[in-house]
């Protein structure tokens, strides 16, 4: 089993800027990439960008080019996703999620953690 802890979501204003954090602990090894996700209300969970543990290859949605980075830091086991230039529109419940394969779907990831609430107002 892998464990995920999600920190650093809050309330901004538009334009602001906001750095997650997830910390990933258990079986690690079993793991080859670790995702964010995040989740709307009234709208289904979407990928937002993925990392893997190894080389660092990254991908990212669309909306978010530009204005996220996703990073790792393996010897602390971590990853952050820093989000700058945040929109209303941005607004969700973020996951982080740890898998063996680098993927954009959901199913890619098998762990997943609790969640952490980012609000970006007008």
């Known amino acids: 089993q892998v464990q995920l802890v999600e920190s650093g979501g809050g309330s901004v204003q538009a334009g602001g800027s906001l750095r997650l954090s997830c910390a990933a602990s258990?079986?690690?090894?079993?793991?080859?990439?670790m995702g964010w996700f995040r989740q709307a209300p009234g709208k289904e969970r979407e990928f937002v960008t993925t990392?893997?543990?190894?080389?660092?290859?990254?991908y990212y949605t669309d909306s978010v080019k530009g204005r996220f980075t996703i990073s790792r830091d393996n010897t602390k086991k971590m990853v952050y996703l820093q989000m700058n230039s945040l929109k209303p529109e941005d607004t969700a419940v973020y996951y982080c999620?740890?898998?063996?394969?680098?993927?954009?779907?959901?199913?890619?990831?098998?762990?997943w953690g609790q969640g952490t609430q980012v609000t970006v107002s007008s």
């Open positions: 990392i893997s543990w190894s080389v660092g290859t990254t």
């Open positions: 258990g079986r690690t090894f079993s793991v080859s990439a």
């Open positions: 999620a740890a898998g063996p394969y680098l993927g954009t779907w959901e199913s890619a990831y098998v762990y």
